[in-house]
């Protein structure tokens, strides 16, 4: 996708440029602040994040290995689930105890890794539903359309640009049941950006989805930083797309940050080699077929060409 | 051995004052089941809660009661019928916001469980002696919608041929077939707004709609007291239909029997109620009055079947009908198979 | 009982043979059809006094006789002075109380012991017998009564019924953590077991055996319906991916089925096993208890010991509470997890029809017994942690308990009203039950 790169991102860029590979590092223009969340399961520690920021209009991928705690931590800013202590913010607010409707009202919104289409519902209803602040909505002003047709109507055409960005314009009246699994995928992220997001939370958006189309998915995901100059936290494991589409990379393991930094930094960092193989001191440079390999979800290289 | 007394029998059945109960027993729990996903097992709680509403603000004062417990009646008696159907509608938010508050964020099944508990609660607190001042316990309340039959304008006689209503059947079938009509329409137009949009969207997937922004609890909690209310509208309807509530008129079988029809005429569908109640009524009365004729015109051996088996029959066939829709058409009689594939529930 | 060389082949062996054992019961019980659930029949409430102090008696015979002077229908009054006798149809009816059953020092008031109903077709008729005298010594009363003397009494009462309520409930609360079913039929599980072991004992068309052996048979048949359930329906039903809420709904059309197909063999009377009815009471510590009703307490809590042990030391009860725990875990560990569903509905079978019994026995059988019971069973369930053996008997022993307490404080009218509660109750602060693990739940 050649580069009509929007100037806050390429701002955000230039600052970070400066800004040291350590863990719980301080970011220029920090969108999530997150202090010493910490969520146990029984005797398990689950989540343990004593500091983490995440820049704006950049993309931030999360990684780690099975069982890093990466989407409990998800459920935790999203307020899916809530930690034991600790607090965390979103875009200067404290979102400490705000219930999850709230979180996406404000303007974070996630996405699952078990795809959550409405099933028997259409397409474009999917797309219409996610609409914030609808006056239809309320019980009283429901069964007088005159007073939401208007604002259905402006729903509708943003639906409907999102949906032929997504390629998804020709299933408009289609149940979304009907979709295959990389449509459904495609469908809830459009639908996710229906809320107007100032930050997005993927959940493993490629898990599932047949190699064909992650190629458009992950260009879908650059343009939402491109051009909207959308901030973008995302959780996956094939680490090609990590690297290509990543502006910075946070390493989870065990529940803790253990790195973070640009993306090339983190295939020589010794802690990460570490903790993906579990092995004594890392002996020279593991590939990055390995990492992939440690983290259970192997996908091979030559399917992105 | 009049096999057109089977079709009258049905015919009766379905279009009489306990069709027009269930019709908006079962409309209201399409709210609930149907459209949000919520597994109400207590509507019939509701519906007494209605039908006591009215029962006793319009029960006849001691002075003229005749009751043996007329003696310690407490509480209010003799009002006008509408302050008995508005106490009716505010016991049932009442009771939805009582039920709705601790059982909502838990599981569909312990919501089940719960839910029918609760009814059995008010049930066995109706009937009690404790409750006898206001309740008249087991005994029930008679004769207080006066109110209501003084104003039929219908004319006394008899009716539509074989079908023989009385007037005053009439009457209350008229006033309750367009109290179904018009929440029908209610029920439609709020399905086609957005507040429906996210009602079924829980149903699909709480957590989605929540990722998006929707308040799940808060539309939960509304979807249950409309489709509350809507019942104790049903409890109200049979309690001054009948001149009669009683506290045993409210077992859990209600409920059940709202779950067939809704599932029977299609749940999440606006004409699956009535769709229902009609099949349902018909079929439960025609099959009893067709084996009562059979068994009588000694066409079925009253060794093999008995007159007072039919009424088991009638509730082993609405068993079957409950299971086997259940395991083989969710979406109803009348469903849309592409949405039957996609029922994940 | 060898259940690992089971093979589909004498599985399915096994369904025919069951289906065929209860088409004989069926068969044979067929004479003993009186009654129906959803028609006339009249109520008939014996008491004494008036307003607060108005008791309830207990035990009076009650008979109803047609136009003809034939009698149709007959039953005993309950704790709440009142029995419900079904009628054949709507008309005329007398009914008549036994006044020679009575508590000394009670009379009929008027000295009428007759009533005359005109029943309408689907109406309920109501016969009201008040006595002269007072019938306090019998309890019962008022919303509150305070009664604190009373106590152990009814504790003992109490864990009676909440071991009834615990063998009942550990199948339920099995099943529901082995498939996830919250299985609404399980209450008709608990009255097939009674009637079953009723048809051995004291129906005329039965062999009359000795309770003990009737009951026996009764649990055989039970653990047999419930392995010929799971395997007919909830099995296929699971591999064909039917949701759960979908089977939940399926549980409550079976509930009825069962429980109307007992209404027909069965009848609608309330009827006494033949042994074990009249003993005299052992008096201990001031507490007052029959033979019987200490059997059933030791009784009990030998099967809750023995079920306990089997978990615990079992091959298959360790495979069960894997599987209960976790069961993608326990399948991919190599447990035959259909295997252990099949042993599940076993079990569950032959405790329910074993709770059956021993709830006949101390307050005879009844079609609606099981399904009575049922919300109880949901309240123990819950209480002790849904999902778990240890959580089920737990959980029921304090519901009974509970039930039996309250009537100590409050009008017996209200004993399940705090069962149920204290069911919503825990739901509200401890999702998880007494002895359930922290999870998320909704």
């Known amino acids: 996708m050649p580069a009509d790169v929007n100037a806050a991102t390429i701002a955000a860029r230039e600052a970070m440029a400066s800004v040291p590979a350590e863990p719980g590092v301080p970011k220029p223009d920090p969108v999530l602040i997150v202090d010493g969340v910490k969520r146990h399961f029984g005797g398990l520690t689950a989540v343990d994040v004593e500091h983490l920021e995440v820049q704006r209009n950049l993309i931030t991928a999360l990684i780690g290995p099975n069982g890093a705690g990466k989407t409990t931590f998800f459920n935790l800013m999203t307020g899916f689930d809530s930690p034991n202590e600790g607090k965390w913010s979103f875009d200067g607010r404290d979102l400490g105890r705000v219930s999850a409707h709230k979180v996406a009202q404000m303007g974070m919104v996630r996405t699952f890794q078990l795809t959550k289409s409405l099933n028997r519902m259409t397409v474009i209803e999917n797309m219409r539903l996610a609409g914030t602040g609808q006056t239809g909505e309320r019980f009283l002003p429901a069964i007088v359309p005159s007073m939401w047709r208007k604002q259905e109507a402006i729903l509708t055409q943003r639906a409907d640009v999102l949906l032929e960005r997504f390629t998804l314009e020709a299933k408009r009246e289609d149940l979304a049941g009907t979709l295959s699994g990389g449509q459904r995928k495609l469908l809830e992220v459009a639908r996710a950006l229906m809320v107007q997001p100032e930050l997005v939370c993927l959940d493993e958006p490629m898990a599932g989805v047949n190699p064909a189309l992650v190629q458009s998915l992950l260009g879908h995901v650059k343009s939402l930083r491109d051009e909207l100059g959308m901030t973008v936290l995302f959780v996956e494991h094939d680490m090609d797309v990590v690297m290509d589409i990543s502006d910075w990379v946070v390493v989870m393991a065990e529940g803790r940050v253990i790195a973070e930094g640009p993306p090339r930094s983190i295939g020589t960092n010794k802690t990460v080699i570490q903790a993906y193989l579990g092995g004594g001191d890392g002996e020279g440079e593991v590939s990055l077929a390995d990492i992939e390999a440690a983290a259970g979800n192997p996908t091979p290289t030559g399917d992105l060409a | 051995m009049e096999l057109g007394n089977v079709l009258i029998d049905g015919l009766r059945a379905a279009l009489g004052v306990e069709a027009v109960v269930f019709a908006l027993a079962a409309i209201g729990l399409n709210i609930h089941f149907g459209y949000t996903g919520l597994l109400n097992f207590g509507q019939v709680g509701f519906m007494l809660v209605g039908a006591y509403g009215v029962a006793i603000m319009a029960r006849q004062c001691p002075s003229a009661a005749a009751t043996q417990s007329a003696a310690d009646q407490i509480g209010p008696c003799g009002e006008p019928l509408i302050f008995g159907v508005i106490l009716g509608i505010v016991l049932a938010v009442i009771l939805a916001l009582l039920l709705g508050a601790p059982t909502l964020r838990l599981r569909a099944d312990y919501l089940a469980i719960t839910t029918i508990a609760a009814a059995e609660i008010l049930r066995f607190l109706f009937r009690s002696d404790t409750a006898d001042p206001l309740t008249n316990s087991v005994f029930g309340i008679q004769q207080f919608a006066n109110d209501f039959f003084v104003i039929n304008p219908i004319p006394a006689g008899r009716y539509f041929g074989q079908l023989n209503y009385s007037s005053q059947q009439l009457w209350t079938m008229v006033v309750g077939w367009s109290l179904v009509l018009l929440l029908t329409l209610w029920t439609w137009l709020l399905m086609r707004s957005p507040w429906g949009r996210v009602l079924k969207s829980i149903r699909e997937d709480e957590d989605a709609a929540r990722a998006l922004g929707k308040n799940v609890f808060s539309y939960k909690m509304q979807a249950l007291i409309l489709g509350g209310v809507f019942g104790a509208l049903g409890g109200m309807f049979l309690a001054i239909g009948t001149q009669a509530v009683a506290p045993d008129t409210y077992i859990p079988v209600r409920t059940f029997f709202a779950y067939v029809i809704i599932i029977l005429g299609g749940a999440g569908t606006i004409w699956g109620p009535i769709v229902g109640t009609f099949l349902f009524l018909f079929l439960t009365s025609g099959l009893e009055t067709l084996l009562r004729e059979l068994i009588e015109g000694g066409i079925i051996p009253s060794s093999f079947i008995s007159l007072p088996e039919v009424g088991p029959i009638r509730f082993i066939m609405v068993g079957l009908m409950l299971a086997l829709l259940m395991a083989f058409r969710p979406q109803g009689i009348f469903g849309d198979k592409e949405e039957m594939l996609l029922d994940a529930r | ?442």
């Open chain 3, 1 to 442: 009982m060898g259940l690992s060389q089971m093979t589909p082949c004498t599985d399915r062996r096994r369904g025919w043979a069951v289906a065929a054992l209860l088409t004989v019961v069926v068969v044979l019980l067929a004479p003993a059809a009186v009654a129906q659930e959803d028609g006339e029949a009249v109520l008939a409430r014996v008491f004494s006094g008036a307003g607060a102090d108005q008791t309830d008696v207990a035990g009076a015979a009650i008979v109803v006789l047609d136009a003809d002077g034939t009698e149709v229908g007959s039953g005993q009054t309950n704790d709440e002075g009142e029995v419900l006798i079904e009628l054949p149809g709507p008309g005329e009816y007398t009914i008549r109380l036994d006044d020679t059953t009575l508590p000394e020092g009670v009379t009929p008031r008027g000295d009428v012991v007759e009533r005359t109903q005109n029943v309408q077709a689907g109406r309920q008729g109501n016969a009201l017998f008040p006595l002269e005298g007072d019938a306090a010594a019998a309890a019962g009363g008022g919303f509150f009564s305070g009664d604190i003397s009373r106590v152990p009494q009814l504790f003992v009462d109490g864990i009676k019924l909440g071991s009834i309520i615990a063998i009942t409930a550990i199948g339920l609360s099995l099943i529901f953590g082995t498939t996830g079913l919250v299985n609404f039929a399980h209450g008709e599980l608990v009255t097939l077991g009674a009637v079953v072991a009723f048809f051995f004992n004291a129906s005329p068309a039965g062999p009359t055996i000795h309770l003990i052996f009737a009951g026996i048979v009764a649990v055989i048949i039970g653990a047999f319906a419930g392995a010929g359930l799971e395997g007919t329906i909830w099995g296929p039903l699971r591999n064909r991916g039917v949701g759960l809420i979908s089977m939940l709904v399926i549980s409550i059309g079976l509930s009825f089925i069962i429980r109307n197909v007992i209404l027909i063999v069965f009848g609608g009377a309330t009827r006494p096993f033949l042994d074990y009815n009249i003993q005299s009471q052992i008096k201990f510590l001031g507490i007052r208890i029959v033979p019987r009703d200490l059997a059933i307490i030791v009784l009990s809590f030998l099967v809750l010991i023995a079920v306990g042990l089997m978990l615990q030391r079992t091959k298959i009860g360790k495979a069960l509470r894997a599987v209960a725990d976790n069961r993608d875990l326990a399948e991919s560990s190599g447990i035959d997890v259909d295997k252990v569903i099949r042993f599940v509905w076993l079990l569950g079978g032959g405790l329910s029809a074993f709770g059956g019994v021993l709830l006949g026995a101390t307050e005879q059988v009844n079609v609606n017994m099981g399904f009575n019971l049922l919300l109880l069973m949901f309240a123990g369930m819950i209480l002790g942690g849904i999902g778990t053996a240890y959580g089920a008997m737990v959980g029921s022993l304090v519901v009974g308990i509970i039930s039996q307490v309250s009537t100590a404080f409050f009008s017996v009218q209200l004993k399940f009203v705090w069962a149920l509660l204290i069911l919503i109750v825990v739901l509200l602060i401890r999702p998880q039950g007494l002895l359930g693990r922290a999870e998320r739940f909704g």
